[in-house]
């Protein structure tokens, strides 16, 4: 009992020296560039709100994604590496693999797949809200793993996730649902909250059901993102417009 209790000390420690940089590496991937675009691009604040609000919607779709797509794929690297973060729930070990990144260049990479893009978007069309998305995906990723590692570890939660425990650890028996940690916004788009009846352990799925399964994939994947780019759209439209009127009054008058 001893040596399972010092193996969980020595694990938690190392952990959350992971988790602390994690966060770091986060806001200096996406707050800081947040800033410097705010400086060298001023936007009304309109525009970083709406930046903002596109960033989150963003990250919880790339959550998604990632998480079922990548995460949960057996073959690849960290398909490999997630599935020790099954494997260890209630284990000694369970804290080396409970943060989202296994270090801060596995951080700083998901800012730069997701940021460059953005980035690149918004200098191409003027557009003045990557400030604001950054700093939003840098808000989510750091509440996303401190709430997931709560979950995982019992820490404290604020009551309005009294049901994010649940929820999360429901995919831990059932890994092909809620990919979500605690925000299901494309859980419920997609229908995976963990109601699909199972087929029979050990039947083999027959040729339908693989092609089936894997159209459905192909078909949310397109669906995703195509969500996320009309939420993009919207909310430039709702917020850009006005400011365009008034930089023509301003110009005008």
Not at 10 to 30: D, E, H, K, P
Not at 211 to 229: D, K, M, P
Request: charged share 15%; hydrophobic share 50%; proline share 5%.
């Amino acid at each position: 009992m001893g040596t399972a209790a010092e193996t969980f000390g020595i694990s938690l420690n190392g952990a959350q020296r992971v988790r602390l940089w994690n966060a770091v590496t986060a806001a200096f991937c996406g707050v800081l560039p947040g800033l410097v675009l705010i400086r060298a691009y001023p936007a009304r604040w309109r525009l970083l709100v709406a930046g903002f609000l596109i960033g989150l919607v963003w990250s919880n779709g790339f959550e998604y994604a990632y998480h079922r797509w990548i995460l949960h794929w057996p073959k690849g690297t960290l398909g490999k590496g997630h599935l020790l973060h099954h494997a260890t729930l209630n284990t000694p070990y369970e804290p080396e693999h409970v943060t989202f990144g296994s270090s801060p260049f596995a951080v700083a990479m998901i800012f730069v797949v997701n940021g460059i893009p953005v980035i690149l978007l918004d200098r191409a069309f003027n557009l003045r809200i990557a400030a604001g998305m950054l700093i939003g995906f840098a808000v989510y990723f750091i509440i996303t793993e401190e709430v997931h590692w709560r979950i995982h570890l019992g820490g404290w939660l604020p009551a309005a996730l009294s049901a994010a425990r649940d929820y999360h650890l429901a995919h831990h028996d059932r890994p092909d649902a809620r990919f979500n940690v605690f925000l299901p916004i494309f859980d419920l788009l997609f229908g995976n909250l963990g109601t699909e009846a199972h087929s029979p352990v050990g039947r083999p799925r027959q040729v339908s059901s693989r092609v089936s399964e894997f159209c459905r994939a192909a078909t949310e994947g397109v669906l995703v993102y195509s969500y996320l780019i009309v939420a993009f759209i919207l909310f430039w439209c709702s917020f850009s417009t006005p400011t365009r009127r008034d930089e023509k009054l301003r110009n005008s008058g």
